[in-house]
């Protein structure tokens, strides 16, 4: 027995066949190349006729299909929102991957990253053995994989974990509409944005970040710049392990779960930052939970979206 997972991002599509057990028994990845609403699909497709061919070959038995999508997947209907992907509103996501599929019996299911994540976690990574984890995404946005009491909470309308939104600040301002507060303030997009804050108001600054373009500054660039002590990349990123920290607090409060999981690209480089993060969390936190709780990086990193999409669809079965 075996299932496919596909993990579908802004830029590439990648694919695996995994064993029951969660070893990866082919992969593959394939760019996007500024494919749009139906031109992805056929991507997708064309993976799936490929990935079934090899299994025929093989001697392998798909028995599901799981799918990761970055954004919302409407359980209801089988359509899907996916901001980064024109033409992905509503898109028929399960209808296109059933129309391929080599007979009906096989399972299909669909899930956002952030579900993913933590499923992939579950699977193979830092939650493995655990029933209740949450995976926190930060790269160039910001979501919430939570799995409570061995299941992923979806919410009456399958948005549950857009923590982006959180508000962490007041009063509110309108530069937090298109992305939420903690987003604009913690995710890679926001520390770039708030160290170009800085590097507009504090005039005198002379350090490594004026150097650059300041509309090109980046939030690779101020991981840089705080290794050498840079005043605005120390400010900037001493903000975001603040919200970071606020964050546990807040998920630790609700949930009371047993390990939170940090990944995205910006965990990567501020995974040095877990125990700044976890002092900030214990002054806001409910008390005897927040010492229940332990704060890991992710073990699986940049598989934890396609790892979740196989264990999403073992998970059907």
Known sequence: MAVIGLDLGGTKLAGAIFSNDGKIIHKEVRPLEKRRGNEVGELIKGLLKDFFSKAEQENIQIEAVGACIPGISWSKTGKVWAPNIPGWDDYPLKEEITSVLPNRNIKVDIDSDRACYILGEAWSGAAKGVKDAIFLAVGTGIGAGIMIDGKVLRGSNDIAG????????????????????????????????????????????????????INAVTAYD????????????????????????????????????????????????????????????????????????????????????????????????
């Open 162 to 213: 857009a923590i982006g939104w959180l508000a962490l600040d007041r009063p509110y301002q309108q530069k937090y509409v298109s992305c939420g507060c903690f987003e604009y303030h913690a995710s890679g997009e926001g520390i770039a944005k708030v160290a170009k804050e800085l590097l507009y108001l504090e005039k005198d600054y002379q350090g490594i970040l004026r150097e650059k373009d």
């Open 222 to 317: 101020v991981f840089s710049a705080y290794k050498t002590n840079d005043p605005i990349a120390v400010k900037t990123l001493k903000q975001a392990v603040e919200f970071w920290g606020m964050t546990v607090a807040n998920l630790v409060s609700l949930f009371n779960p047993e390990k939170i999981i940090f990944g995205g690209g910006v965990f990567g480089p501020a995974v040095e930052f877990l125990e700044d993060i976890m002092l900030e969390a214990r002054k806001w936190a409910q008390p005897i939970s927040i010492n229940q709780v332990t704060l890991e990086a992710s073990q699986v990193g940049g598989d934890a979206g396609l790892i979740g999409a196989g264990y999403l669809a073992l998970r059907s079965i």
